[in-house]
């Protein structure tokens, strides 16, 4: 049936209507994916409880993530505390402008999120009060008593742009390099009411790579420039195809790097199960980009009842957060850049003059000089300069320097790394996942429910089936096989209950995509039957191959 333009259907076992996002949302929880934390005492939104199936999903999706990342791009894994000390939220900028702008009603007392609402409460339709910003970080206190400030982290980066002068020794002194963090984020969301969406504690994946402004490219973007994405770029109506390089060249996407970074996205996505035509990549607008980005583009994904959500952001967050907490801290934050060979420049100088400075202050004079020489003569000018020399003011006047231009020999240069960042959010992907999986189709008069999950990240890699009514030694060979696939590394169900076909429709539904039934040819020539999710199609495997016959099929 269609209404609002999305697909409903009629329930077999309920008797409503129900959207694709209903539909999966039932499902995940009927069958051990997710369901709301805390329900035994009414729940609270914005938490998930990820249930058997769903922690097993999701960290398939967090494993291939990191098979892409770290294994894929060198880059390292680190982990940090989740909450941080106050410092770190003031200089990052999230205490002062991490905020939503509120409204709360004064009939019905909902609080709203103020751009998302018109004039009147959408609840009871009373009266608005005033908007007033609303900072979504969680505030607790560390130790007792309430003098120290703590924070639960909006984001995991800060942990990693704290720990940058480990790091930095870490890899002797050079950039580029990258580090990932996965780990939860917490975000006092306004009124959450979108399952996975918008939760108010979620799991990113983020990757932070330190690299110099000046060289924005990546050895691998060779490899992919000719490849075609679909893009929205800012102030443009409709997404169209771009080839990346043409990409880079028009200015559409600000560097090379990135351009690389967002293809990476886009193959990690579409590895772990997002279909590609339900997947675009949309610029930010100038007046949407967060305060330290230059250039964000969001990886969105068309969901049935949401519309365009973003799931990934990858942005040039520049030398923002490194100049942030250098300035607050007052560590050195920089990285040395030696030339390959060093350069001849040349620079304006501040040179005193020994015969007049000499004579008129005596024992200061070298202290002055010193103090003059390490001045920049482009603040100076021929002007009258003021020195503080040991809580004295000594005034120079122009007769006592002179700017020159001198020849200096220099091997590098000290500069503070810029920060490209893609940034996960994985119940996004993981519920995009589910939703892009989701099909039904009629078989046999009856209505059967696939979650065409890729074999890759299945929580349940194969379901081992006696047929129904088996003699003793069907079961003991189903135990066997069973046992034998789990030593071999794979994570297999056994299932002896209801008819074949009610099974085989069980694990359909979670999305394992082999079946092995243990029948009575298996007693004649040591093989099984398996069947695969998807065509249904059946072939016959001996049970000594079958353990390297599905590592194959499953691509591990
Ligand atoms: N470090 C950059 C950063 O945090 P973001 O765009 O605010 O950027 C990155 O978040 C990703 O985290 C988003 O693309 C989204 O997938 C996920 N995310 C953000 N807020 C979320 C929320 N309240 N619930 C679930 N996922 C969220």
């Given at each position: 049936m269609d209404r609002d333009g999305r697909r409903y259907f009629n329930h077999p076992t309920f008797n409503w209507l129900m959207d694709i996002y209903e539909e999966v949302m039932e499902l995940a929880k009927r069958r051990g994916f997710l369901w709301p934390s805390f329900e035994i005492y009414g729940g609270t939104a914005g938490f998930y409880d990820y249930g058997p199936l769903g922690a097993a999903l999701k960290r398939n999706i967090e494993h291939l993530w990191r098979r892409f990342y770290v294994i894929g791009e060198g880059f390292y894994e680190i982990e940090t505390p989740i909450i941080g000390v106050e410092e770190i939220f003031r200089a990052s900028g999230h205490l002062a402008s991490f905020t939503d702008p509120i409204v709360e009603c004064k009939s019905c007392k909902e609080f709203f999120r103020a751009d998302h609402i018109g004039d009147r409460c959408p609840v009871c339709?009373?009266?608005?009060?005033?908007?007033?910003?609303?900072?979504?970080?969680?505030?607790?206190?560390?130790?007792?008593?309430?003098?120290?400030?703590?924070?639960?982290?909006?984001?995991?980066?800060?942990?990693?742009?704290?720990?940058?002068?480990?790091?930095?020794?870490?890899?002797?002194?050079?950039?580029?390099?990258?580090?990932?963090?996965?780990?939860?984020?917490?975000?006092?969301?306004?009124?959450?009411?979108?399952?996975?969406?918008?939760?108010?504690?979620?799991?990113?994946?983020?990757?932070?790579?330190?690299?110099?402004?000046?060289?924005?490219?990546?050895?691998?973007?060779?490899?992919?420039?000719?490849?075609?994405?679909?893009?929205?770029?800012?102030?443009?109506?409709?997404?169209?195809?771009?080839?990346?390089?043409?990409?880079?060249?028009?200015?559409?996407?600000?560097?090379?790097?990135?351009?690389?970074?967002?293809?990476?996205?886009?193959?990690?996505?579409?590895?772990?199960?997002?279909?590609?035509?339900?997947?675009?990549?949309?610029?930010?607008?100038?007046?949407?980009?967060?305060?330290?980005?230059?250039?964000?583009?969001?990886?969105?994904?068309?969901?049935?009842?949401?519309?365009?959500?973003?799931?990934?952001?990858?942005?040039?967050?520049?030398?923002?957060?490194?100049?942030?907490?250098?300035?607050?801290?007052?560590?050195?934050?920089?990285?040395?850049?030696?030339?390959?060979?060093?350069?001849?420049?040349?620079?304006?100088?501040?040179?005193?003059?020994?015969?007049?400075?000499?004579?008129?202050?005596?024992?200061?004079?070298?202290?002055?000089?010193?103090?003059?020489?390490?001045?920049?003569?482009?603040?100076?000018?021929?002007?009258?300069?003021?020195?503080?020399?040991?809580?004295?003011?000594?005034?120079?006047?122009?007769?006592?320097?002179?700017?020159?231009?001198?020849?200096?020999?220099?091997?590098?240069?000290?500069?503070?790394?810029?920060?490209?960042?893609?940034?996960?959010?994985?119940?996004?992907?993981?519920?995009?996942?589910?939703?892009?999986?989701?099909?039904?189709?009629?078989?046999?008069?009856?209505?059967?429910?696939?979650?065409?999950?890729l074999p890759s990240i299945a929580p349940i890699q194969a379901c081992v089936l006696p047929l129904l009514g088996a003699r003793d030694e069907l079961v003991k060979v189903a135990r066997d096989v069973h046992r034998q696939l789990r030593r071999q590394g794979l994570i297999v169900e056994y299932d002896a209950s209801g008819t074949i076909g009610r099974r085989y429709r069980r694990q359909d539904e979670i999305g394992t995509p082999f079946c092995i039934t243990i029948d009575y040819e298996t007693l004649e020539d040591d093989t099984v039957t398996v069947r695969f999710r998807d065509s249904m199609e059946q072939v016959r495997v001996a049970i000594d191959e079958l353990g390297d016959w599905l590592h194959s099929e499953l691509g591990l």
């Open positions: 339709d009373g009266e608005l009060g005033d908007v007033f910003e609303f900072n979504l970080m969680f505030k607790s206190f560390i130790g007792p008593g309430s003098k120290r400030a703590g924070y639960l982290r909006p984001e995991t980066a800060q942990g990693i742009f704290v720990d940058f002068p480990r790091l930095l020794r870490f890899f002797r002194e050079k950039i580029p390099f990258g580090i990932v963090q996965i780990g939860k984020a917490f975000r006092n969301e306004i009124s959450p009411r979108q399952g996975l969406i918008r939760l108010r504690e979620f799991t990113q994946a983020e990757a932070e790579i330190f690299v110099n402004p000046q060289e924005k490219t990546h050895p691998g973007f060779d490899l992919v420039k000719d490849e075609v994405l679909t893009l929205l770029p800012r102030g443009a109506d409709e997404p169209t195809r771009w080839r990346l390089a043409d990409a880079v060249r028009e200015g559409i996407i600000a560097h090379e790097l990135l351009a690389y970074h967002i293809h990476l996205t886009y193959r990690f996505l579409t590895a772990v199960g997002i279909s590609e035509d339900r997947l675009r990549f949309r610029q930010h607008m100038l007046d949407e980009m967060a305060h330290y980005a230059s250039d964000c583009w969001d990886a969105e994904v068309l969901l049935d009842r949401l519309g365009w959500i973003e799931v990934v952001g990858i942005a040039d967050r520049t030398d923002y957060d490194l100049k942030a907490h250098q300035e607050a801290s007052k560590v050195d934050l920089g990285v040395f850049m030696a030339y390959d060979k060093p350069k001849v420049i040349e620079k304006r100088k501040i040179k005193p003059k020994m015969e007049v400075i000499g004579p008129r202050f005596k024992q200061d004079a070298k202290r002055i000089v010193a103090a003059l020489e390490a001045m920049d003569p482009d603040e100076v000018g021929d002007q009258e300069i003021v020195l503080e020399l040991e809580g004295r003011e000594v005034t120079i006047t122009p007769d006592m320097f002179e700017c020159v231009k001198v020849r200096e020999e220099v091997s590098g240069e000290r500069l503070i790394p810029h920060v490209i960042e893609p940034s996960f959010g994985i119940d996004r992907i993981f519920y995009a996942v589910l939703e892009h999986a989701f099909s039904e189709e009629e078989v046999e008069g009856e209505r059967r429910v696939v979650l065409r999950l």
